[in-house]
């Protein structure tokens, strides 16, 4: 029994909240560094939208489903997880702090670090927002710039750059109490798209300047990277939900789940890539006949919402001042990654070099096959990532150190506390006649 508890305590489970799907991955690290995947859930994501939770009990049942499947194939039960989110109102900004020592000999340490990624994060919140991530990015040591570790070296003035993420608060209380119906504990939320970058993205991309978008139903967001910190990130609030309604609103009698099969299953980014002679025989239910669609309009309607995307892509990234300079390339993750010469328009719109990414470097010997997919990018990559996600968690104060951080709501205790026993005690003696017996 011992060691069984001994080796579920290397064992994690992770959730992928996405407006379309539920994912959760559990599994736990491998001798060479990478994860082996125990078990997987995917469920279709009930009661919530491109604005968050909309149903509480319907979004946990959801999530109960995709945990279900998961410790099933696994034989793990889940107690703790890591929530990854893609909502679209997920922002960041970049922030300095300064700290001085008395000394000009102090030697820098760890806690020092902590102590200026805690002053970095002693800021105004946006309204209604909370803070996820507060990410060391580099740091200046008296004269010396952009020094990545400056545990050991001496000075008397540390300054140091941040990138702290936010997200909507009453989406992550809405998430918090799905959890608490499932009597789980929440570890931590963190940007999924973020965490996807830091895995699958090499340090060498991210010093040469790299681009990352995740491509979602209902939001595509896009992380950039240059002299091998992050540079930029936000949430467009446009995806493939809207390619979907495009194609309904073309066709217009099929309805949204037949546009969106017909999107997954015959769905091109390049028009050009194809012959204006080949057609699409549709059988629809309720029809008299078959309906027939030249495969070159479906690709127009596709390539020209994917195009629109992909400008207001091309905005974020002159915003940061990194147009033509992501020579690194674009990576791309997500359903949308899947979409046929979808690398071929990113190219031509961005005018950078187009990759699907890669999830196998991460993979252990476990689960493959359902897994090794852009969708699975973003819980893949939280599931290899967990033994550093804290690293990216906002500092807790000097006077909360001691204590474990709690994102799940407490549960309500069962058991009246001290101060109510000796209050109620006092009035049943002082106002009742009751025998000792019956009070104590």
């Known amino acids: 029994m011992r060691n069984q508890l001994e080796a579920m305590r290397d064992i994690w489970g992770v959730i992928d909240i996405g407006t379309r799907q539920v994912r959760v991955l559990i599994g736990q690290p491998d001798v060479h560094g990478r994860v082996s995947v125990l078990g997987a859930g995917i469920a279709p994501a009930e009661g919530i939208d491109d604005r968050g939770v909309a149903n509480i009990e319907r979004m946990a049942s959801s999530i109960n489903k995709a945990i279900q499947q998961a410790t099933q194939q696994s034989g793990a039960i889940l107690q703790r997880v890591w929530v990854g989110l893609s909502h679209s109102d997920l922002r960041g900004e970049s922030t300095q702090a300064i700290i001085t020592f008395p000394q000009e000999d102090h030697e820098i340490t760890l806690e020092d670090l902590e102590r200026l990624r805690l002053q970095a994060v002693q800021r105004p919140l946006p309204p209604d927002m909370e803070l996820i991530h507060a990410i060391p990015q580099t740091y200046h040591l008296d004269s010396r710039q952009d020094v990545r570790d400056p545990v050991g070296m001496s000075g008397i003035r540390l300054e140091g750059q941040f990138y702290l993420v936010y997200a909507p608060q009453t989406h992550l209380n809405m998430l918090r109490r799905c959890f608490q119906r499932l009597k789980l504990e929440v570890e931590g939320f963190v940007s999924r798209a973020i965490i996807a970058a830091e895995a699958l993205l090499s340090p060498e991309l991210k010093s040469s300047g790299v681009g990352f978008l995740y491509l979602g139903a209902h939001s595509t967001a896009v992380v950039l990277y240059a002299d091998g910190i992050l540079r930029h990130f936000s949430v467009l609030p446009l995806g493939g939900h809207l390619v979907t309604m495009d194609i309904r609103e073309a066709l217009r009698v099929i309805m949204p789940t037949q546009a969106e099969a017909l999107k997954i299953q015959e769905g091109v980014a390049r028009s050009?890539?194809?012959?204006?002679?080949?057609?699409?025989?549709?059988?629809?239910?309720?029809?008299?006949?078959?309906?027939?669609?030249?495969?070159?309009?479906?690709?127009?309607?596709?390539?020209?919402?994917?195009?629109?995307?992909?400008?207001?892509?091309?905005?974020?990234?002159?915003?940061?001042?990194?147009?033509?300079?992501?020579?690194?390339?674009?990576?791309?993750?997500?359903?949308?990654?899947?979409?046929?010469?979808?690398?071929?328009?990113?190219?031509?719109?961005?005018?950078?070099?187009?990759?699907?990414?890669?999830?196998?470097?991460?993979?252990?010997?476990?689960?493959?096959?359902?897994?090794?997919?852009?969708?699975?990018?973003?819980?893949?990559?939280?599931?290899?990532?967990?033994?550093?996600?804290r690293e990216f968690l906002p500092p807790l104060p000097p006077s909360a150190s001691g204590k474990k951080r709690k994102d799940a709501f407490p549960a309500p205790s069962s058991k009246p506390s001290g101060k109510l026993l000796s209050k109620l005690r006092s009035i049943l003696e002082n106002n009742l006649k009751i025998s000792q017996d019956l009070i104590d």
């Open 272 to 389: 050009s890539q194809v012959s204006e002679e080949e057609i699409l025989r549709l059988r629809l239910p309720g029809q008299p006949g078959p309906l027939d669609v030249r495969k070159r309009f479906l690709a127009q309607v596709i390539e020209a919402r994917l195009e629109e995307i992909l400008l207001f892509v091309a905005k974020e990234i002159e915003k940061a001042q990194l147009l033509r300079r992501l020579y690194g390339g674009v990576y791309l993750a997500g359903g949308g990654a899947l979409m046929r010469d979808i690398e071929s328009l990113v190219e031509y719109v961005l005018g950078e070099r187009a990759v699907r990414v890669d999830i196998r470097p991460l993979l252990g010997r476990g689960l493959i096959e359902g897994v090794n997919t852009p969708q699975m990018a973003g819980a893949v990559a939280l599931l290899h990532t967990v033994p550093m996600l």
